[in-house]
């Protein structure tokens, strides 16, 4: 967690939210408009000059020219501009930020704050204002705290660095979130270690307000009395209210989710046909380079007791990943004893909870997934490794509660709104804010500006964590609950237990070359750049980066550039996928100035080429 | 000018214009009122505003000259923060150019400005405003003012003759006639449109500066404004105006009948950009403030401008000129620059204004007890005899000298303050007499002698008639070779343009192709588009060159883009490269009209090379993007080293 607590100060210099409708007599004071100003510690008349010139300036540009503003720059500080209703937020930072990325950086603030609190005039209707201000200072230092420069300029998602991770890992995680999406009230997940992703479902966006979430639980947990989890699952669980746009709602109901073919091996079954991916992970990529390459590579001894292991599995899904994941453990021997250990209770309750669901309207899940089971373990029997994850999670291809139609949740949603008080279910449970959603939809949102209610599940495996966004009544539903609980559970020991096991990356010196790679469909970026350092021979990447960056977000046509001062040369390349920055390091520049084809910057395209395809970065 | 608006206003919003002014203009004021009061708060706290966006792309622009903010805005989208702050410079380089060291008073260039005749008021808006239309219109489609470099009609013959006979023939002849009224020709020179065809100095002239004359060029075009858009297949010029009017936020009020001859003759293009000072009060002698006439009525009287002059100590910016514009036909004009009696007042001025504000700076930081004054010594002394001169002159000085007697008690007597920050208004004080003193004698009608100051008009007229008769026989061939001055031949190569920016020069084939002459681009749409990504290309490259890039190449649709700035020696030796100062994205303009950025970069580049002239050059390039970049470099190179051979005839 200490890599999280440094923040970049460059990205933010002030940070304010007022609200101009306590302000509108000639007498009012500017102070009575302040909502939240940042950093807390300004003394407060130079908090009222910024706020009431700010506002005034940005009220009378956007009566000019009848639009909302988007920024104010001033010589020193640039600040993005949001005006909504009567609010007026300013995020301002310094002039050498791009634009872009401070306006994007202003959104998601915002969009965070909403995420997890409703819309902001009813937020400070039922809250107090130190409350909220407490909330905007976690979601601020959130989003600054922990990446680099390089980070916000694309305003990317943190995640695992994967070129460290065994690709079966995230193959795993990926089937962990796929299992728990076969219960028809669970949306999409995401699993993160440490504050960072390691698979996800959901949008970009989505996983990065749920980060703030996991990453606050996970502060909590570092306390004694910082838990607010259920009692009924060991203090891991725990769940908070959150509020979902229409736009984000009904993505994750139309994603292309195929609860039905749940299974990562379904596409090569399946070929051509197979639409679309099963969901946008992280692991998608490397997870099909690892069912490649497991027949030929380090895979076989996992067969070894899986097959024992799957035999005498019970429907339940998370004992064969369970194993599956510690089946890369190297003593086999060991494995059993720590393992019974640990999972007796579980096994307890996945019993009861099962009695429990057989009753309930739907059995029919477990028939169906027994007979998958059987087929993947005949499967499985027949030596393939690669089936050994997918085969077990395809226990319910055909559950029928994934065909349940969309609609209905969005009209169940309207009643159980009410279930924002969920809590009554885990009596122990603390942990959501004290904010109670209105028994209706939210009413002083327009319809598309629509903010849903739904539940944010967590469960925490020391620095794992699985966060699900979930119907609201499923934490009253205790089938449901104890359901993807007990699926999980075991398979997110395994991975916590490895992922912990694998340690970072050395930081390393220059090396002959400096890149990174921007995903724009994932918001994930690869680079081997020593992060945190600061290093004298990274700044003018960096600076080259942002600049190009931004050329590239405001030219459409722009497919690659080269520029170079007398000391650096940087080649910047982009497709609608992606975007790829590459810097050679080392010996000085030749033949600067004067065209020249000897010019050593004119070869950096074949040079990137060529050195980034072991990065997994195909340029051609 | 695509629909964007130039503002400028006073910091002092208060006190408001007179009964009877065009209403708008107070309209104008409480729109922005808010948003002038603001600036000035937040520059009391040390930050002020430089741009604003809207989410439907609307930008504001704001910068601030001494006492002077102007407000630029854009709604149509066809203009950028640079090009608007780029327009703001310009203005602010025009009003320099017209007002000379009156701009270095906040009041008394207030009182040009808003002059309380509100007839004469409307005549200079009037000016200024079409002004910056003419700039505005050069600015989109002439690429010498794209980049700020003099374009010179490629023809070393011709031009060869011209100077010879500039020299020989027109300057001598002028310089030597009783009818020059004291004036004197120091550089004459032949424009065809906006192209240099010859250009002379007289021996004991300075340099004209790229800048001053690129000015000059604007108020050449602005007073004869050439048609050769006219049968350009592009008008974009008409198109954008057009479509601009609704998107500004008013729109002004019809002109009063139109006085001004220098603005009656040219089309009107684009919407209007209104200017608007307000006049708070002006602590001003009252006796140097008699009515101006800015723009004369009577075509003989030449233009008083004020240029840059470089001497052996020094460069004075600022000195007084004539500017006569003589129309030798449509789209040829000759240009004689004069310098007239008394201009060496403007450089006592200037060296006064100089060592007051140096003073007054001092006594800011604190500094004006430990050095006691000691400049101001030799300046006490200058300053009397100066005074006793323009007495000897007739020019009225008491304001200046009352002022002048009450600081010397203050600073030199010994029971007095001396050199302490009590002195700062003084200092002021000083400066805003020494402009009024400037002012009396460069802007107003007649001298201190009261002679009319000009070369006579009859003498006028004979120099017109000796370079029209010389050029009788050329002009149908310059007007034809001023629009297709050079080509190219390589193949793959679509455009480009170099430019020397040591002597502010550049070459570029035309790209306003008319039925008549058609370039390698052909016509129409696909010419229009090359043109627009030039004109794209050339605003990216000064974007990477504020942050330190020298060198760019661009892939964008189906072309590859080229840029390259190095330094090379006097015989063409490359000189190495050198990490350039990178620049905050509100910093003045690169170019070299409105402040000389390369000028700037020369003389940072030159400390590692003193006492070696030290060159600039710039090449932009345009290809097809399916040329290998090899070759698309080694053309690069090629055109890099011949464009500038000794023989200035491009091997092309």
């Known amino acids: 967690m200490a890599e999280l607590l440094q923040p970049d100060s460059r990205m933010c210099n002030y940070f304010f939210l007022y609200d101009g409708s306590k302000v509108r007599g000639e007498a009012d004071p500017t102070r009575d408009g302040i909502c939240y100003f940042f950093p807390e510690e300004t003394p407060l008349d130079k908090q009222e000059l910024l706020c009431g010139q700010l506002a005034g300036v940005g009220r009378c540009v956007s009566e000019l020219s009848s639009s909302p503003t988007r920024t104010l720059r001033l010589r020193r500080n640039k600040f993005a501009i949001r005006m909504k209703d009567d609010f007026f937020w300013a995020l301002g930072c310094s002039v050498d930020v791009p634009t872009v990325s401070v306006s994007e950086f202003l959104d998601q603030l915002i969009d965070l704050f909403c995420f997890y609190n409703g819309p902001v005039r009813r937020s400070y209707q039922l809250n107090s204002q130190e409350t909220l201000a407490a909330r905007w200072a976690r979601y601020l230092s959130h989003l600054q705290s922990g990446s680099s420069e390089l980070s916000h300029i694309f305003s990317c998602l943190r995640t695992i660095d994967s070129t460290n991770v065994d690709p079966l890992l995230l193959l795993k995680a990926a089937l962990i979130l796929q299992a728990c999406q076969r219960c028809p009230l669970v949306l999409a997940g995401c699993i993160l270690f440490r504050g960072r992703v390691v698979s996800t479902q959901m949008s970009p966006g989505l996983t990065m307000k749920v980060m703030v979430h996991e990453s606050e639980t996970y502060t909590k947990a570092q306390r004694p009395n910082g838990t607010s989890a259920s009692s009924s699952f060991s203090g891991t669980v725990s769940s908070t209210t959150v509020f979902l746009t229409t736009p984000e709602l009904q993505d994750l109901q139309s994603a292309p989710v195929d609860k039905g073919f749940s299974c990562p091996t379904t596409p090569q079954r399946d070929g051509p046909s197979k639409k679309t991916r099963l969901s946008r992970t992280l692991s998608d990529t490397p997870s099909t380079e690892s069912q490649l390459s497991n027949p030929s590579s380090s895979q076989p001894p996992q067969k070894a007791y899986l097959s024992p292991r799957l035999s005498d599995l019970d429907v339940f899904s998370p004992a064969p990943s369970h194993s599956a994941a510690n089946s890369l453990n190297p003593s086999p021997q060991s494995l059993r ?249 080392g010996g000085s520049l030749r033949n600067s100035g004067i065209p020249n084809h000897q010019d050593s910057a004119f070869s950096l395209p074949s040079k990137a080429r060529h050195r980034l395809l072991k990065h997994g970065v195909n340029l051609l | ?228 858009d006219v049968d350009d297949p592009s008008p974009e010029d008409i198109d954008s105006t057009s479509g601009s009017g609704h998107e500004s936020f008013y729109t002004p009020e019809p002109s009063p009948t139109d006085k001004d001859s220098s603005s009656s003759e040219k089309p009107v293009r684009g919407s209007t950009p209104v200017f608007e000072f307000v006049d708070p009060d002006i602590q001003m002698a009252e006796d140097s403030l008699s009515t101006l006439e800015v723009c004369p009525p009577d075509p003989a009287t030449p233009h008083r401008v004020f240029l840059e002059v470089s001497q052996k100590d020094g460069l004075y910016p600022m000195m007084p000129h004539s500017m006569y514009c003589l129309p030798l036909w449509p789209g040829i004009t000759l240009v004689l620059l004069t310098k007239f009696p008394h201009s060496g007042v403007a450089m006592s001025v200037y060296t006064f204004l100089e060592a007051f504000a140096k003073l007054e700076k001092r006594l800011n930081e604190g500094q004006g007890g430990s050095t006691r004054g000691q400049p101001m010594h030799e300046v006490r002394s200058k300053l009397d005899k100066f005074l006793k001169t323009l007495a000897l002159n007739g020019i009225q000085s008491s304001q200046l000298q009352n002022v002048w007697t009450e600081f010397k008690n203050r600073a030199f007597s010994r029971g007095g303050p001396g050199f302490s920050r009590d002195l700062i208004p003084w200092c002021k004080n000083m400066k805003t007499q020494l402009c009024g003193i400037y002012r009396q004698c460069f802007l107003s009608d007649s001298g201190p002698d009261d002679t009319p100051r000009r070369l006579s008009p009859g003498l006028q007229e004979r120099a017109q008639t000796m370079v029209q008769e010389k050029l009788m026989d050329w002009k149908d061939f310059l007007l034809v070779k001023s629009k297709r001055n050079i080509t190219m031949d390589f193949p793959g190569l679509i455009h480009f343009i170099c430019v020397d920016r040591s002597s502010g020069q550049m070459i570029a084939p035309s790209l306003s192709i008319t039925e008549r002459t058609t370039s390698e681009l052909g016509k129409g749409p696909v010419a229009q588009y090359i043109k627009n990504k030039m004109w794209s290309l050339v605003s990216t490259t000064r974007h990477y060159l504020q942050k330190g890039y020298s060198t760019l190449t661009l892939r964008d649709g189906d072309f590859y883009f080229c840029y390259f700035l190095w330094f090379e020696n006097e015989t063409g030796f490359k000189l190495e490269a050198k990490d350039i100062p990178t620049m905050p994205d509100d910093s003045a303009p690169i170019g070299m009209l409105a402040r000389d950025y390369y000028r700037k970069l020369l003389r940072y580049y030159s400390k590692n090379h003193p006492g070696e002239p030290v060159k600039c050059y710039e090449l932009l390039t345009v290809h097809l993007g399916v040329i290998p970049t090899e070759i698309i470099l080694q053309h690069c190179r090629q055109l890099a080293s011949k464009l500038w051979e000794p023989s200035r005839n491009p091997l092309l």
């Not at chain 1, 699900?468 to 539903?477: A, G, R, T, Y």
């Not at chain 2, 007839?119 to 003012?145: I, M």
């Not at chain 2, 009818?179 to 340099?207: C, D, M, P, W």
């Open chain 1, 337 to 585: 004893p720590s393992l019974s250990n640990g999972e007796h209770s579980v096994e307890d309750e996945t019993e009861e909870s099962r009695s429990r669901n057989s009753t309930g309207g739907r059995s029919q899940i477990h028939s169906e997934g027994d007979g998958s089971v059987f087929e993947e373990d005949s499967h499985l029997n027949g030596g393939e490794g690669e089936g050994a994850f997918g085969g077990v999670f395809d226990f319910q291809a055909v559950e029928s509660g994934n065909e349940q139609p969309h609609d209905d949740k969005v009209v169940e949603e309207d009643s159980s709104v009410s279930c924002g008080s969920v809590s009554g279910h885990n009596a122990g449970k603390s942990d959501p804010p004290p904010l109670l959603p209105p028994p209706h939809r939210l009413s002083d949102a327009s319809e598309e500006n629509a903010l849903i209610p739904m539940t944010l599940y967590m469960h925490r495996v020391k620095g794992l964590v699985l966060a699900l966004l979930v119907e609201p009544h499923f934490m009253s539903d205790a089938t449901s609950m104890e359901e993807v609980y007990h699926s999980s559970l075991a398979s997110l020991n395994g991975l916590e237990a490895h992922l912990r096991t694998i340690s970072p990356g050395a930081p390393g010196g220059p090396g002959p070359y400096t890149f990174a790679h921007f995903d724009c469909v994932q918001s994930t970026l690869t680079t081997n750049l020593s992060g945190r350092s600061g290093g004298a021979w990274d700044q003018p990447f960096v600076r080259a980066t942002s600049l190009l960056h931004s050329h590239f977000c405001n030219t459409e046509t722009l497919q690659e550039a080269i520029i170079r001062s007398a000391s650096t040369a940087v080649y910047g390349t982009r497709s609608v996928a992606q975007e790829t920055y590459f810097q050679q390091n």
């Open chain 2, 1 to 228: 000018m695509h629909g964007s608006e130039l503002h400028g206003k006073k910091t002092n919003p208060n006190a408001c214009g007179e009964v009877g002014f065009p209403a708008f203009e107070d309209s104008i004021s409480t729109l922005f009122a808010p948003i002038i009061i603001s600036f000035s708060t937040m520059l009391t706290e040390g930050d002020s505003y430089t741009s604003f966006t809207t989410e439907n792309n609307h930008i504001y622009v704001l910068h601030q000259f001494d006492e002077c903010l102007y407000i630029a805005v854009n709604g149509d989208g066809e203009e950028k923060e640079e090009d608007l702050r780029r327009k703001i410079y310009v203005m602010n380089k025009m009003i320099e150019v017209l007002f000379g060291m009156v701009t270095l008073s906040g009041n008394l260039l207030r009182k040009e400005l808003r002059a309380r005749d509100t007839e004469q008021r409307l005549r200079l808006w009037k000016h200024l405003q079409s002004l910056l239309e003419t700039y505005s219109h050069l600015r989109e489609n002439d690429q010498s003012f794209l980049v700020e470099a003099v374009e010179r009609l490629i023809h070393p013959t011709l031009c060869e003759q011209c100077i010879e006979f500039l020299e020989r023939r027109l300057v001598q002849q002028i310089n030597s006639s009783a009818e020059r009224g004291g004036e004197e020709v120091l550089h004459a020179f032949i424009l065809v449109h906006t192209k240099l065809l010859a250009f002379y100095s007289s021996r004991n002239a300075s340099t004209l500066s790229a800048s001053d004359l690129l000015a000059l060029i604007i108020m050449a075009q602005n007073m004869y404004p050439s048609n050769v």
